[in-house]
């Protein structure tokens, strides 16, 4: 595992020790939501069918209002549902299958506004590039983009990032190589407080994993 190259620190338990319960819930909020939303377009599709079978006993403004608010609310809930759903499902699976590692991370944007997460070496070179939705209160919240995140996966591949302890979950996907942003590759790991190192790389992470 990579993480071991650099002697940082990697969880003896899968990452779904930490987020199983929370994702496994909202999994089930959301499959609530889509099913819902599912209910009101297939109430939209009876009431145009009704409708043009001239078999809608309650006039045709009713039959529009009726189809257009369950278009709507429908649309809303079954896709936001669903893709939230499949969004859940994904995060599981790859916390199922891998530990978290612990990487000290600068977080920067492309010219074209996409967000990265680069994963640094203790000399402060970037090993990994990451391409991710990184939570607003995340990106506000790293003093100059810079700290820790947990990170579970194939890191060329699709991972699932963490706040350290795992508050908040969310995906990133690895950037082919030869698509480097070239972003935070000077400057080096000297403006990341040497505390920053110590916990990725020593005891007290291993303390926060639990081991």
Known sequence: MLADEYGYQVSRRPAVSWVGARLRRSRKTCLRMALFGTGLLALLVTVVSLAAAS?????????????????VLGSFFALGGWLMYANDAAQLRIAAAHPFQAWPCQLERT???????????????????LESTVPEQVWLSMRDGRGMLWIAGDLRMGCLVATPGARLTWRAE???????????RSGGLRAVEDELLRTVAGETFGRLLGG
Do not use: Q
């Open 55 to 71: 078999a809608w006993p309650f006039g045709t403004d009713a039959a529009i209002v009726v189809a257009a608010a369950g278009f």
């Open 111 to 129: 010219a074209d506004g996409k967000r990265l997460i680069l994963l640094l070496a203790p000399d402060g070179t970037v090993v990994r590039e």
């Open 174 to 184: 690895g950037r082919p190589y030869g698509m480097a942003s070239g972003a935070g």
